[in-house]
């Protein structure tokens, strides 16, 4: 840490002393997880919120003060009171239940709502907005909207401005299911969600400045609700005239997600309010640097693990500091896979059946969603001389939207080579599941213009030879995939550009990528896939795909050696990013390194000892520090 950084810290460390900086504060710290230090104890919220203007405990004999409310609905459902306790509204399909205050509301108000949302497949809107059903069902919040929406046992907290894109963010650690009290501050530079007290989200952009009536909505998600609820015990609204209640300045990154794998130099959007407009930053410990509005930082260049420090004073003339910390991993270029030749090919029908796909066709991907969260999912890969095959074995449910995507891109150069005619040469294929509407079952071609712009167009007519196929299984959905490679213009020993994606149904915030999040913005997102030769033994391709180092046979190395360099002599992606990632650090210890390549620490202990062995990797090993040191 450089002479700045090291006095920078130790007026922070005085000033938040100084200040008496709150346990509750955002306070994220550590490389891949961000924590608040204080969870408050739920309690039954009474009328002491401050100065309210609008408040019901929902002690009536209709369960709500009718002298404050609207009551809308439609559809099956009901509105009652349960054991004079709380509201309880339901909804099923096509049908929404609604309260709608009385009065409007400007910008610059805070709510606190003491409520639990058992939505199952329905939909919770609670917040300020104009939005009223217009079809009949189906009533989602729309454009001029700040609130809370509850969904797969997900809260997001959301702003829809006027004009311009949705803002979302997830709030973390939320067990919808249970009694929470949730406060919604609305004001003209930020909107903040709180759960019992803990600081869960932040939106830094334009807001809608009203009037908007606050709205409690439940409605039928995507189509598919059975039943759903949303138990409410009380709402007081008051005014926010000050972010000083806040304790502010607030630090929070919108995008990319924390701890994902990203390109370098991408950029890095971090949201700060209440701050004095100046954002202190550091990257892996280095001197720090300032920068101030719009907050858009610039990944480093380097391949392998970044931390990134920020660090701002508030705006107030309080004293207080906010510092969090952030970590991200880059890539030169992203994953490569192997697609095996298969002597004997699958029935695309939707089924991964028993036996159908060789073993040495599978492997785990691990995909990962916009906020960082991470899950493995198996898929099998494969090709022969006509075709290339996909399957995914997905854990997302079936569902009105849920889907699989794949992108399959003939020439790898990091654009996209798309046309209307065969070849196509860049197939985005979309499958939807068993129950998804069927518009989602299309195949798409992607063109990348001079200027960059990446147009997606849709194939009337799906081709001969592309099939594809979804199966509805305990615990997910099966899809398989069917391209002929002369759309590709591919055969045998060629690299291909893919990524992996699947949707749940609705909420977009759960999807999952691979390797990295939104390949249909950048052509250089892609995985590499390699249509491996089929002259190799199938005990090699088990050496691939299972990452068992002493079944590379000399022909598999030569090929690579062409490729890769010194790297070459890795027979298995894992073992050739973890060769990568040592390379890339003077020591980094093995729970560090498992957690990157997505392995257990025993697998990247012997993992990393045989790259050692077979003179792979030049490096040293302290088993009893378990740390890996670069010769």
Request: aromatic residues 10%; glycine residues 8%; contains cysteine.
């Amino acid at each position: 840490m450089g002479r700045r950084s090291l006095v920078v810290m130790i007026m922070i460390v005085l000033m938040v002393t100084a200040s008496g900086f709150k346990s509750a504060t955002f306070f994220p710290i550590g490389g891949f997880s961000t924590h608040t230090l204080e969870f408050r104890q739920d309690r039954r919220m009474t009328s002491s919120f401050p100065n309210p203007v609008f408040h019901d405990q929902f002690n009536s004999g209709l369960g709500f003060n009718a002298s404050l409310w609207d009551l809308e609905t439609y559809g099956e459902g009901s509105v009652g009171w349960v054991a004079g306790e709380y509201l309880n509204m339901s909804c099923e399909r096509h049908s929404f239940r609604t309260l709608s205050s009385k009065m409007t509301f400007e910008v610059g108000q805070e709510v606190s709502i003491r409520m639990k949302m058992q939505e199952d497949e329905a939909a919770v809107f609670i917040g300020w907005t104009n939005q009223t059903p217009t079809t009949g069902w189906n009533y989602h919040f729309g454009r001029n909207s700040t609130y809370i929406q509850g969904a797969l046992s997900t809260a997001l907290l959301e702003v829809v401005p006027a004009e311009g894109l949705r803002q979302r963010v997830m709030l973390s650690d939320v067990d919808t299911p249970s009694w929470h009290t949730y406060r919604i501050v609305w004001n003209d530079t930020a909107a903040i969600a709180y759960v019992d007290g803990r600081r869960a989200g932040v939106i830094g952009e334009e807001t809608p400045t009203g009037p908007l009536h606050f709205k409690i909505a439940i409605t039928e998600f995507r189509n598919m609700t059975t039943e759903g609820w949303i138990l409410i015990d009380s709402v007081s609204i008051s005014p926010h005239s000050s972010m000083v209640g806040e304790n502010p300045p607030i630090i929070a990154l919108k995008s990319p997600g924390n701890g994902t794998l990203n390109l370098a130099r991408e950029p890095v959007e971090v949201v700060v309010v209440g701050s004095n407009q100046t954002l202190f930053y550091s990257w892996n410990g280095a001197q720090n640097q300032t920068t101030g509005p719009p907050f858009v930082l610039t990944l480093p260049q380097g391949v392998g693990l970044h931390t990134l420090d920020l660090y701002c004073q508030d705006g107030y003339v309080l004293g207080n500091w906010a510092k969090v910390q952030y970590a991200f991993e880059v890539v030169s270029q992203p994953p490569r896979v192997f697609a095996p030749f298969l002597t004997s090919t699958p029935t695309v029908d939707g089924a991964i059946s028993q036996n159908e796909w060789p073993e040495a066709s599978r492997t785990t991907l691990r995909m990962i969603r916009p906020d960082g969260f991470t899950q493995d999912v198996d898929v099998f890969l494969g090709h022969d001389e006509s075709f290339f095959y996909v399957a995914i074995d997905s854990p997302l449910a079936s569902g009105h939207d849920s889907k699989a995507e794949i992108i399959l891109n003939g020439i790898v150069d990091g654009k996209y080579h798309g046309a209307a005619t065969s070849p196509i040469m860049t197939a985005f294929y979309c499958k939807g599941s068993p129950d998804a509407w069927e518009g989602y079952s299309e195949l798409h071609f992607l063109n990348e213009t001079v200027d960059g712009q990446i147009g997606n167009h849709k194939i009337a007519e799906i081709p001969p030879g592309f099939v594809f196929g979804a199966v509805e299984v305990e615990g997910g959905v099966h899809y398989e995939f069917r391209v002929p490679v002369s759309e590709l213009q591919a055969s045998t020993g060629d690299t291909l550009g893919i990524s992996v994606m699947i949707h749940p149904s609705g909420l977009g915030v759960h999807s999952l990528y691979y390797p990295m999040v939104l390949p249909l913005d950048n052509a250089s997102k892609l995985a590499l896939v390699e249509l491996v030769s089929a002259v190799l033994p199938m005990e090699l391709y088990l050496g691939i795909m299972l990452g068992v180092g002493a079944l590379a046979a000399v022909s598999y190395v030569l090929i690579r050696r062409r490729e890769l360099g010194d790297v070459t002599m890795v027979p298995d992606d894992s073992m050739r990013r973890l060769a990568e990632l040592v390379r890339s650090y003077e020591e980094i210890s093995i729970e560090r390194l498992s957690r990157l390549a997505g392995l257990s620490e025993t697998e990247t202990e012997e993992r990393i000892r045989n790259l050692m062995d077979e003179g792979v990797l030049e490096a040293e090993y302290d088993p009893s520090r378990r740390l890996v040191k670069r010769k």
